[in-house]
């Protein structure tokens, strides 16, 4: 049976040691942690000794840094003195992690029952008015673990998911949700989380316009990139880098930041970010009117989607492509029409089957837009309504009074006529 052997500083040169139990080898038992346990350590009058030295298996040997140890003692209701007890836990990868019982010699004077020990340990949970907690052993300093305490049960990948999905309507309180998960991977020394926990910041930072927040995080992200040597990271810090520049009227600086987060897409061979980066060079050239080379990029990124059945993508690129299409009707070339017609039905098909109203509503002004320029005013109008009727569902507010505004237009022409 595996064993685990703790060691310890009592101050100065003395040293004690608890050997226990693999709890996995007594039994598959593992209990739904909630961090109500853990929390109740924090209100216990114990003493603490940050002396954790070693932690030992038969195979192995571990850093003591997310490991801590309760040495216990139950009592009896008549509060006399009962079966003592050690527990070895680790924290990682954002859980609370049972990882040894004993000592040994108590199941040893029970005829080797091993089923005492988790018995005993089944009490501290479900009965912890029972057991007078005398230790805490640990490496990390008190207020760490008392942050885990207060964190025990928030995964830090669903933070960060949880708070993504706040960003629209509490960017405030997404902010503080990817802070804590950032100290939780913080406290688990992963540089790939803090990498994902930091980007999210950026991101939030980026869509309030607070451009040095932005560029301060980007510096942080950087570094995270240089350690962990990930080309897709890299895509991402470049992306965004790519996007302030944007953001802040540097078109061609921004065209040099997405072709190179568009070379690290394709080193790392991720379809999204090739299609995505196509996408962003695009619009760069829309931007500084460079219709053909925007249409050039956006045409790829619709090849390389349509290909792989990527129908988000597609839409989007053909919407993207209708804004060239424009241009070029207003520049006399009438053959755009149909060419923009097409790629707009398509597009609107996709984004309702995929329920993004967003895009409909979006494509639907391209739409009308498009029948304007053919002074198809009537076809125009019946878009331009489509499209504030979609922005009124989405509570898009400044797009319906944009849209209101181009009905109202499309109706004095047709008054006009």
Not at 207 to 212: H, P, T
Not at 219 to 240: C, H, I, R
Not at 267 to 294: L, T
Request: glycine content about 6%; overall charge negative.
């Amino acid at each position: 049976m595996v064993t685990w052997k703790c060691v310890f500083s009592l101050g100065g040169i003395h040293e004690e040691e608890i050997e226990l139990f693999d709890a996995e080898t007594l039994v598959d038992w593992d209990p739904e942690f909630k961090g109500d346990l853990i929390a109740g350590f924090f209100k216990t009058d114990y003493t603490w000794i940050k002396g954790l030295k070693q932690v030992l298996r038969d195979d192995a040997s571990f850093s003591p840094k997310n490991f801590f140890v309760v040495v216990g003692r139950k009592w009896k209701e008549t509060q006399t003195k009962a079966v003592p007890l050690g527990i070895l836990f680790e924290f990682t990868e954002g859980d609370l992690r049972l990882r040894g019982v004993g000592p040994k010699s108590i199941s040893e004077k029970a005829g080797g029952d091993s089923n005492l020990l988790l018995n005993l340990l089944s009490d501290l949970f479900d009965k912890p008015n029972l057991w007078k907690i005398k230790t805490i052993i640990m490496a990390k300093p008190k207020n760490e673990w008392k942050l885990i305490g207060d964190i025990i049960g928030e995964e830090p990948w669903r933070l960060i998911e949880q708070g993504r999905k706040m960003m629209m309507t509490d960017p405030k309180k997404a902010m503080e949700i990817f802070t804590k998960a950032y100290k939780i991977f913080d406290i688990l020394s992963d540089v790939n989380g803090k990498f994902h926990a930091v980007f999210a910041q950026a991101e939030l930072f980026l869509d309030s316009m607070n451009y040095d927040l932005t560029r301060n995080r980007l510096d942080a992200l950087w570094e995270f990139t240089t350690q962990l040597g990930d080309p897709m990271l890299e895509e991402n810090v470049l992306s965004m880098e790519g996007l302030l520049l944007y953001e802040s009227g540097l078109y061609e600086q921004a065209i040099a930041k997405f072709e190179q987060a568009l070379d690290r897409a394709k080193r790392a061979n991720i379809h999204k970010a090739v299609v995505n980066a196509y996408c962003n060079i695009g619009e760069c050239y829309y931007r500084v009117d460079k219709f053909d080379e925007a249409m050039n990029n956006f045409d790829k990124a619709r090849s390389l989607a349509e290909e792989r059945n990527d129908n988000q993508f597609l839409a989007i690129s053909q919407v993207n492509m209708t804004k060239v299409l424009a241009q070029f009707i207003r520049q006399g070339d009438g053959s755009s029409a149909d060419q923009a017609t097409y790629y707009l039905r398509e597009a609107i098909q996709h984004f309702e089957k995929l329920s993004d109203d967003f895009g409909v509503m979006h494509a639907n002004i391209l739409f009308g837009e498009i029948e304007a320029l053919q002074e198809n005013y009537e076809k125009a109008l019946i878009h331009f309504e489509s499209a504030a009727e979609k922005s009124l569902g989405i509570n898009a507010h400044q797009f319906q009074e944009f849209c209101r505004q181009k009905a109202q237009q499309m109706k004095d022409r047709l008054y006009e006529l």
